[in-house]
């Protein structure tokens, strides 16, 4: 499977800002896309923002207007700015890509282990 590191969470605010960065790795020939989830104590895992191969996007609801999904292609890394972050953003942010390896005919999901981000004051 591709390979998944995701940096940048930490101890916010509530109204501040962070930037969580995925940087994917592994022979990967392509990417059709890439996203963020995040699974907070107790609830199931939902999904966040999400950016295709063409540069698509969707978020929750939740995060409309708050949360920016951004990608570098040459890089195959994938960012979610984070602003206006609020107690219920407190989470574990994973990330994924659907992506197809070389010499791999199927494209296949693969998740990054995960980076808390808390929102307390």
Known sequence: ??????SGGGLVQPGGSLRLSCAA?????????????????GKQRELVASITSGGSTSYADSVKGRFTISRDSAENTVYLQMGSLK????????????????????????????TLVTVSS
């Open 1 to 6: 499977q591709v390979q998944l590191v995701e």
């Open 25 to 41: 790795s592994g022979s990967i020939a392509a990417i059709r896309s890439m996203g963020w989830y995040r699974q907070a104590p």
């Open 87 to 114: 107690q219920e953003d407190t989470a574990v942010y994973y990330c994924n890509t659907v992506a197809r390896k070389f010499y791999e005919y199927d494209y296949k999901s693969s998740w990054g282990k995960g």
